[in-house]
């Protein structure tokens, strides 16, 4: 069960009290979290619904909600930009798949829930000046800014799926294959290349032999004479 979120205005010592034991005795006889809510008014729920077999679809989903509605409950003068954020993340399938999770307000992504995150892709940020940010670290959105969440959005699922599939067992089968094909081709072409000057160089094809031979014997210290 996912613990309810403290309420928005501090409790002072001696205010609610019955109501903050009946919440905790509640909470921890196991009950629903719409039933907390009842039993005690006050108590501010944070969107995440019960996973009770911990399946990672699941706790997905339920992270989005809670982040979702956390950024259309915050009181900060770019919460805007931000909800239009993770409206947009939220939007984009390959992206709606990943477990979202936030650092410095930074939106992230792991193919793994809580505790154990494995990040992947790029980190999505909103700048004082309402621009969005793409970057490999929260600090310095050095793969773009833009100015609307969709085309920030957009390129993060782009560099998300491709690092994906090279990561992937096939993906790194896929590349070291293609990296020697690339490698035989280009020994090919410089072959050719080399071929298709050696006559031209020389006069003639006979020349550029008489004086491949030369410097072949004269390497071994043969020194017989060019005929």
């Avoid at 909800?83 to 307000?105: C, D, K, M, N, V």
């Avoid at 670290?137 to 800014?145: H, Q, S």
């Avoid at 599939?165 to 690339?182: E, Y």
Wanted: hydrophobic fraction near 35%; aromatic fraction near 8%; include cysteine.
């Amino acid at each position: 069960m996912s613990c309810p979120r403290p309420p928005r205005n501090a409790v002072s010592p001696g205010q609610k009290t019955p109501e903050v034991a009946r919440a905790a005795r509640v909470w921890h006889d196991g009950v629903a979290l719409n039933d907390i809510r009842r039993a005690a008014p006050f108590v501010h729920l944070t969107g995440r619904f019960e996973v009770a077999d911990h399946d990672p679809t699941r706790l997905t989903e339920s992270e989005w909600q809670s982040m979702r509605q956390e950024a259309g409950e915050l009181e900060y003068a770019w919460q805007g930009t931000y909800q239009a954020l993770i409206e947009a993340a939220h939007a984009e399938p390959a992206l709606r798949a990943l477990y979202p999770f936030t650092s410095h307000w930074a939106l992230r992504f792991s193919t793994t829930t809580r505790p154990r995150l494995t990040i992947v892709g790029p980190c999505l940020t909103v700048g004082s000046d309402g621009m969005y940010g793409v970057g490999r670290g929260f600090i310095t959105p050095d793969l773009g800014r833009f100015s609307t969440a969709h085309e920030a959005v957009e390129l993060t699922a782009s560099l998300t799926v491709n690092s994906r599939r090279r990561s992937s067992p096939a993906g790194a089968r896929a590349a070291r294959i293609t990296s020697r094909v690339r490698t035989r081709l280009t020994t090919r072409r410089s072959l050719r290349a080399t071929r298709s000057l050696e006559p031209r160089k020389f006069g003639s094809r006979a020349a550029w032999m008489r004086t491949t031979t030369s410097a072949n014997d004269l390497g071994s210290g043969s020194g017989r004479p060019v005929t």
